[in-house]
């Protein structure tokens, strides 16, 4: 089950990242006509990544790893870029990003769905669950571009080091 926790591990570093990436929008969203709409959609949004990142570092605990707990460690481990002050936060800027930032976790969510298909049955169901949740977020984020959907850039396969304590 290494290889498991492994992965749960990376997607909730992902997920850290995304959370605090969705709270920057919240916070600092300007000149959007939906303002009210879309500061309470992002809050929706971080609100449920807390709930994930319960379950998954849960997850990793009843599979008998540990999960990371160090913000560095999330920020080293996640494929998905941290959102800076310096960065436009216009409603198409922060759409994209979200977009982007998803798709990371889709992607991961479908990796272990098929990992965990006959030998870990609970990580599956989350992973059902998840699947239900991010695609309903691509939804909604995809509807709400006024322009078309962006070029989808081919997910980076993060290397993989091995683990030293740090
Ligand atoms: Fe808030």
Redesign the pocket.
């Known amino acids: 089950m290494e290889d498991i926790t492994r992965k749960l591990n990376f997607l909730l570093a992902n997920l850290q990242v995304q959370r605090a990436n969705l709270q920057a929008v ?2 600092n969203l300007r000149g959007c006509h939906s303002f009210l709409t879309f ?1 309470g959609y992002f ?1 929706g949004l971080y609100d449920a990544n807390t709930g994930h990142i319960d379950m998954i570092a849960e997850l990793v605990r009843i599979h008998r790893g540990s999960p990371f707990i160090s913000f560095s460690r999330y920020l080293r481990r996640a494929t998905i870029s941290e959102v800076s002050e310096r960065e436009s936060m216009d409603i198409e800027a922060a759409l994209n990003k979200a977009f982007r930032d998803n798709l990371d976790i889709m992607g991961q969510i479908k990796d272990l769905f098929a990992s965990t298909a006959t030998n870990a049955p609970d990580i599956n169901d989350y992973m059902a669950l998840m699947s239900g949740d991010y695609g309903k977020r691509q939804w909604f984020l995809t509807s709400s571009m006024s322009s078309s959907v962006p070029a989808v850039p081919k997910m980076e396969e993060k290397e993989e080091e091995e683990e030293v304590e740090d």
Do not use: E, L
């Open positions: 919240h916070w500061h809050g």
